[in-house]
């Protein structure tokens, strides 16, 4: 297969705020990679990449969204543990289990607070893009999941699961089954875009989980947060206060990186 793809990496809250911000960089430049033959977006990538599909002004993101609601409740000691897990020994799919357990153990905001959060964020419309691609992980049978639009779910209940670190964020309930974070199954899911001959890779969370860029990508451009990004996302993800000179940070990175990528692009 040939054609054009565009993955979207993980990156908490401000790895999201960065991920639109480097968008919008390129579109400033006239690179619009809602022109892709594929999206993958994961996690923060989902969101970014819904953003960017449904034609809306990226610029309105340059402030974090309005939230009314109450603070969302999290259990870092959870969260905590499933990292310990995930460098731990042991089968894909049993860490994938475990998981799986403590997410249902956690303190967390119920799944439906998130969930309306998330229609404020992108939307309640179709999905927006006929070839977006969101990972989740299932829980209730400890394997992973690539949604799309034929599916026939709401894009922003999608969105909503494939965010869903345990600890962070409750499971969401897709059907009969709960579904957790996208980048549980394979980091930015960069496999995803095998068979494609044209890559364009943005990964905020490069610099602490490395992705394997499919054998069938011939033409590639990455862009990772640099050092000056690094220092404004700070020592948590999910610092909303960090949100504005992240974005800035990236719509930086997007316009410097436009000639490379649209050479890749063309």
């Not at 999206?39 to 809306?56: F, K, M, N, P, Y």
């Not at 964020?169 to 709960?178: L, Q, S």
Request: a negative charge; hydrophobic letters at 45%.
């Amino acid at each position: 297969m040939s054609g054009r793809a565009a993955v979207l990496g993980p990156g908490g809250v401000v790895g999201t705020a960065w991920l639109l911000g480097v968008v919008e960089g390129l579109r400033r430049n006239r690179i619009e990679l809602a022109d892709a033959d594929l999206l993958v977006g994961t996690s923060a990538g989902a969101i970014a990449a819904a953003g960017l599909a449904d034609g809306r002004d990226l610029n309105a993101y340059a402030e974090l969204p309005p939230d009314d609601g109450a603070p969302l409740i999290v259990d870092p000691a959870v969260t905590a543990e499933v990292f310990e897990v995930l460098r731990g020994t042991g089968s894909s799919s049993s860490k994938l289990h475990r998981v799986g357990k403590l997410a249902l153990r956690a303190n967390t905001s119920p799944e439906r607070e998130r969930i309306e959060r998330m229609k404020v964020m992108v939307g309640e419309g179709d999905w927006p893009h006929p070839q977006l691609l969101i990972p989740t992980v299932d829980i209730d049978c400890g394997e992973p999941r690539v949604w799309r639009a034929t599916d026939g779910v709401p894009v922003h209940q999608v969105i909503t699961a494939s965010t869903a670190m345990p600890g962070l964020a409750a499971p969401v309930t897709i059907g009969a089954h709960r579904h957790i974070d996208g980048a549980l199954r394979n980091g930015s899911n960069a496999d995803l875009a095998e068979g494609y001959s044209t890559l364009i890779l943005i990964e905020p969370l490069a610099h602490a989980f490395p992705t394997t860029v499919p054998s069938s990508a011939q033409r590639v451009a990455r862009i990772i947060p640099d050092a000056a990004a690094l220092r404004a996302f700070g020592p948590s993800l999910d610092d909303r206060s960090s949100w504005p000179v992240v974005f800035t940070a990236g719509l930086r990175q997007g316009r410097a990186a436009a000639d490379e990528v649209r050479a890749v692009w063309r």
